[in-house]
């Protein structure tokens, strides 16, 4: 079994800046890799970036150059840094962890980001 803690998103201008961190516990030794996928009201969930326990890490072209994933493997915590935020990145934040063909999903987090 597999547990993803997210942290709380928040309101924030554009322009701004926030954080999210997301902590896994259970069985994840071994090869994994997490991410983040973000929800918009009324839209498909999407892939904003991800990296292996190795540090690989892909981004989305629309975050590109903006938000920096992280991760510390002591911690098995994966971090989204997002700068620069416009009020497209509105949405609901996911945290992921894929490992042995399986996803487990966090909760959630939502992220507001005002013009």
């Known amino acids: 079994q597999v547990q993803l803690v997210e942290s709380a998103g928040g309101l924030v201008q554009a322009g701004g800046s926030l954080s999210l961190s997301c902590a896994a516990s259970g069985s994840i030794s071994g090869t994994n890799t997490m991410g983040w996928y973000r929800q918009a009201p009324g839209k498909q969930r999407e892939f904003v970036a991800s990296?292996?326990?190795?540090?690989?890490?892909n981004y989305a072209d629309s975050v590109k150059g903006r938000f920096t994933i992280s991760r510390d493997n002591a911690k098995n915590t994966v971090y989204l840094q997002m700068n620069s935020l416009k009020p497209e990145d509105t949405a609901i934040y996911y945290c992921?962890?894929?490992?042995?063909?399986?996803?487990?999903w966090g909760q959630g987090t939502q992220v507001t980001v005002s013009s």
């Open positions: 992921k962890l894929f490992r042995l063909d399986r996803a487990y």
């Open positions: 990296i292996t326990n190795g540090g690989g890490r």
